[in-house]
């Protein structure tokens, strides 16, 4: 299976269990159930390259956790550190997507 689709998979059972939890709020069982699936779902996006974020005169952040992955150049400039495949706070490492298409 992708990991995509796995995602989605997760975020189904996640709208289930939720309205199973509408119905009575303190079911300890299905509110773990909850928090392990979106655990997984965060640690599966972060298997997914996402965009970096790019905007002029700013240094390029992580999506996940807004480290900084440019290098200040002076006046203005940034030097992006593209080859950086995932991101180097090691306790984010999310998948980096450099592309410019959206
Ligand atoms: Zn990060």
């Given at each position: 299976?992708?990991?995509?689709?796995?995602?989605?998979r997760l975020k189904i059972n996640n709208k289930?269990?939720?309205s199973l939890l509408s119905e009575d709020k303190s079911d300890k069982d299905l509110l773990e159930k909850i928090e392990a699936n979106?655990?997984?779902?965060?640690?599966?996006?972060?298997?997914?390259?996402?965009?970096?974020?790019?905007e002029s005169w700013s240094p390029?952040?992580?999506?996940?956790c807004g480290t900084y992955l440019s290098e200040n150049?002076?006046?203005?400039y940034y030097k992006d550190f593209e080859y950086l495949g995932r991101c180097p706070?090691?306790?984010?490492?999310?998948?980096?997507?450099?592309?410019?298409?959206?």
């Amino acid at each position: 299976m992708e990991i995509e689709k796995a995602i989605g998979r997760l975020k189904i059972n996640n709208k289930s269990l939720k309205s199973l939890l509408s119905e009575d709020k303190s079911d300890k069982d299905l509110l773990e159930k909850i928090e392990a699936n979106n655990l997984a779902i965060a640690a599966l996006e972060k298997q997914v390259g996402k965009k970096v974020i790019k905007e002029s005169w700013s240094p390029a952040k992580c999506p996940t956790c807004g480290t900084y992955l440019s290098e200040n150049m002076g006046d203005g400039y940034y030097k992006d550190f593209e080859y950086l495949g995932r991101c180097p706070n090691d306790e984010c490492a999310q998948k980096l997507d450099w592309s410019d298409e959206q």
